[in-house]
């Protein structure tokens, strides 16, 4: 495969990837009336594609460090564990509790948060302002997740609320990615 159409299908996939978590996430938003079962499930899938993305990009990305491959493949291979366990549990059990359930989910934020930190501050490949972005996006997903998890209090519908905007803004920020191709030019090119 050519270094082009690898580059295309990078692309292609962050910007498929980002339009599929923000639109989930919006229907979350817009639905939290529905059975609180099916919102698990749709965040459920919006960890596992954000996993699959990251396993993905870390394989056919040739132009990350290979620290960089690990940590995508890590934290991938992680958010696709952590979406089988709630898969399987609320599969095998549906009345497992909910809050359970969401404490797994806002661990896979958490990962997804510390890894958008971690890119914005060491891959230097990125244009500045991207860089300041992914910062400021994991930032929000810790604190969001971080919330949703320390402040007890919450009202179950906040905390969906809380987790639909993190994986909107993440959603977001994969597409603005593959949509504006935001790292350095060499001088070679």
Do not use: C, H, Q
Not at 28 to 47: E, H, S
Not at 71 to 76: A, E, N, V
Not at 126 to 138: A, H, Q
């Amino acid at each position: 495969m050519s270094d082009e159409s690898k580059k295309k299908g990078i692309t292609s996939s962050s910007i498929i990837n980002g339009v599929i978590l923000m639109i989930l996430s919006t229907i979350v938003f817009f639905y939290t009336g529905t059975a609180l079962i099916f919102l698990i499930y749709v965040f459920t899938i919006i960890i596992l594609i954000s996993g699959i993305s990251r396993v993905n990009m870390s394989i056919n990305n040739e132009k990350l460090s290979n620290i960089g491959k690990a940590t995508k493949f890590i934290s991938g291979f992680v958010l696709i564990i952590i979406s089988f366990v709630i898969f399987i549990t609320t599969l095998g059990d549906p009345t497992f509790s909910t809050d359970i359930l969401i404490f797994l989910l806002t661990i896979g934020l958490i990962i997804i948060g510390i890894a958008r930190v971690g890119t914005g501050v060491v891959n230097e490949k990125f244009i500045k302002w991207f860089r300041i972005l992914l910062i400021i996006v994991g930032i929000v997903t810790i604190v969001l997740s971080f919330s949703s998890i320390l402040v007890a209090e919450l009202d179950t519908i906040i905390t969906i609320y809380l987790i639909a905007i993190s994986l909107f803004v993440n959603g977001f920020t994969r597409f603005l990615y593959g949509l504006t191709g935001t790292e350095k030019l060499s001088k070679k090119e």
